[in-house]
């Protein structure tokens, strides 16, 4: 059972390490997890290969997932709302909430 209320679902497709014959990033198949989507405006230091590393950016959600979830930075994110909208995203940072025995409670991606 999660420590906050997980309303909302996200898909993740992980990358491959591949290319196709068109030089496309290739991701996996998708996996959805049930999750928390903050949407607002975040000043994060990133960790992505797109930015200098510590290099300052604006996260404009953030996803909280249950324990440990896998989710690498070159993965895509694929969130639908409410109005039906919707948005991908690649993550800028990668936070894994840890309690005091030591066990992942929520993976916070900032996209």
């Known amino acids: 059972m999660a420590i ?3 309303k ?3 898909t993740i497709r992980p990358k491959l390490g ?5 030089n496309r990033v290739e991701y996996g198949p998708p996996v959805s997890y049930k999750c928390r989507i903050v949407e607002k405006s975040t000043l994060v230091r990133t960790k992505s290969l797109g930015y200098t590393t510590g290099a300052e950016a604006v996260s404009s959600a953030q996803i909280m997932l249950d324990k440990f979830v896998a989710v690498s930075m070159d993965d895509e994110i694929k969130y639908t709302d409410e109005a039906g909208n919707e948005r991908k995203y690649q993550p800028l940072t990668i936070e894994v909430k ?8 929520l993976t916070v991606v900032y996209v």
Do not use: C, E, H, M
Not at 18 to 22: G, K, L, S, V
Not at 98 to 105: Q, S, V
């Open 98 to 105: 840890r309690g005091l025995n030591g066990k992942a409670l």
């Open 18 to 22: 591949t290319t196709d014959r068109f």
């Open 8 to 10: 909302q679902l996200v």
């Open 4 to 6: 906050i209320p997980l």
